[in-house]
């Protein structure tokens, strides 16, 4: 089992930045796919960055490209999401996802493990 949690979130004005951490223990993640989504109020949960287990690949929601940058620290066994040049539409929890299946996951249900999430709220 992967136990991930998140941190990092919070209230900033647009514009702003955060670093989002997402901290795994239970057994190395090194050899997982990594991803974050999020969930604003009242809206469906939606993908917003992923990485494939050696960092070699990083795919991003076309919202979030460019202002998003996913990293990962398998020695520390924990994954990264920069958030720069935030805007009010990216206000929503932020969760943290692994997969031990496939590298490339871009789909909620190829996740096998999630954390609580980390809220941002975002004001204009």
């Known amino acids: 089992q992967v136990q991930l949690v998140e941190s990092g979130g919070g209230l900033v004005q647009a514009g702003g930045s955060l670093r989002l951490s997402c901290a795994a223990s239970?057994?190395?993640?090194?050899?997982?796919?990594m991803g974050w989504f999020r969930q604003a109020p009242g809206k469906e949960r939606e993908f917003v960055a992923s990485i494939s287990w050696n960092a070699g690949r990083t795919y991003y929601a076309d919202s979030v490209k460019g202002r998003f940058t996913i990293s990962r620290d398998n020695a520390k066994n924990t994954v990264y999401l920069q958030l720069n040049s935030l805007k009010p539409e990216d206000t929503a929890v932020y969760y943290c996802a692994a997969t031990p299946t496939y590298d490339r996951a871009t789909y909620y249900y190829e996740y096998d493990y999630w954390g609580q999430g980390t809220p941002v709220t975002v004001s204009s």
């Open positions: 239970g057994r190395s993640i090194s050899r997982y796919g």
